[in-house]
C-alpha cells in the first residue's frame, strides 16, 4: 500500500468523520445556559396538547393550560419570547434530545429511569390523587369511609391507595375506567370517588353545582421540568424560578386557574 493510498484513505477517513461530528452535533447541540437563551432570543418548550387541564388547546387550537403557563412565565424571567412545541407521551424525550425543544415542561413525573436520560428539575406540579365528593358530605379522615359508597377504576393507583386505608367493610365499587367510574358519580350510584386532579378539575368545570372538592389525599406524583444532561445550567435557573413562583404564590393562581383550588405543597423530589 503506498503512502498516496494512505493519505486518501485518512482524508476520506476523517472527511467522514467530520460529517458525523457534524450531523450529530446538530442533533444534540443545544442552548445549554440562561445567556445562551437570552442571545437566541426565544425559549422553545415542549407541551403537551392531549392531557388537559395540564396540556390542552385553547379555542383557536393553540397549545393551552396548567404547563404553558408556567411555560409563559419561564420565558418571561429570561426576557424571551415563548415558542410552544406539542408534544406526546412517546416523543417527548427524543424531542428534547435531538434538538427540537429546549426543555419540557409537559407533565412529566420524575422517576430513576427517565433520569438516565434527562435532567429533571424541582417538582413544579403534581397529578395528585384524591377521594373527591360533594362539600356536604363529611369526609375528615379515613374513619369515615366506612359509611361512603366510594367508586374507582379497577386496579388503579387510586384502588390501591384507597383499598389502603379504609377500614374493613368500606363500600367500595370498582368500574373498569376513570370515565365509567366518573358517571357513577355524577349519576348518584357512588358517592365519593377516588381520581387525580385532573378528575376534579373537570367536574368544577362541567358540574360546578355538585361542589366536588377533595377530602383526603392518597398520592401525589412529582412533575419536573426536563432538560439535556448537559443543561445543568438551565436547570439550575429553572429550580431558582420554580422557587419564586411558588413563594410569590404565581404557581398557585395558575393551579386555581386550571384545577380549581390553591396550590397543595408540591411533594418533595424522589431520590433518583
Known amino acids: 500500500m503506498t503512502m498516496k493510498t494512505l493519505t486518501r484513505r485518512g482524508f476520506a477517513t476523517l472527511a467522514v468523520a467530520g460529517f458525523a461530528t457534524t450531523l450529530f452535533g446538530i442533533a444534540t447541540a443545544g442552548a445549554a445556559t440562561p445567556d445562551e437563551i437570552k442571545e437566541n432570543g426565544t425559549l422553545r418548550v415542549g407541551v403537551l396538547v392531549d392531557y388537559p387541564p395540564f396540556g390542552g388547546t385553547d379555542s383557536n387550537q393553540q397549545p393551552a393550560g396548567y404547563d404553558a403557563d408556567v411555560a409563559k412565565l419561564f420565558a418571561k424571567s429570561l426576557g424571551v419570547k415563548l415558542e410552544l412545541v406539542p408534544v406526546t407521551g412517546p416523543n417527548r424525550i427524543p424531542y428534547l434530545l435531538t434538538n427540537k425543544i429546549d426543555v419540557l415542561i409537559a407533565t412529566f413525573g420524575i422517576t430513576a429511569k427517565r433520569a438516565e436520560q434527562v435532567l429533571f428539575s424541582d417538582p413544579y406540579s403534581a397529578l395528585t390523587v384524591y377521594v373527591l365528593a360533594p362539600k356536604s ?136
Open 137 to 272: 358530605l363529611s369526609i375528615k379522615g379515613p374513619e369515615d369511609l366506612k359509611s361512603v359508597t366510594i367508586g374507582v377504576a379497577r386496579a388503579s393507583t387510586q384502588d390501591t391507595a384507597i383499598t389502603e386505608i379504609a377500614p374493613e367493610g368500606t363500600p367500595i365499587k370498582r368500574f373498569d375506567d376513570d370515565a365509567t367510574a366518573l358517571q357513577a358519580l355524577i349519576s348518584g350510584q357512588v358517592q365519593a370517588l377516588g381520581a387525580s386532579n385532573t378528575i376534579l378539575a373537570q367536574l368544577t368545570k362541567d358540574y360546578p353545582k355538585m361542589e366536588i372538592e377533595p377530602k383526603i389525599k392518597l398520592k401525589a406524583q412529582a412533575n419536573g421540568m426536563a432538560f439535556r444532561k448537559s443543561d445543568t445550567a438551565l436547570r439550575d435557573y429553572a429550580n431558582t424560578f420554580i422557587a419564586e413562583i411558588v413563594k410569590n404564590g404565581e404557581l398557585s393562581k395558575i393551579n386555581e386557574r386550571w384545577f380549581g383550588i390553591p396550590l397543595d405543597k408540591l411533594p418533595p423530589m424522589p431520590e433518583l
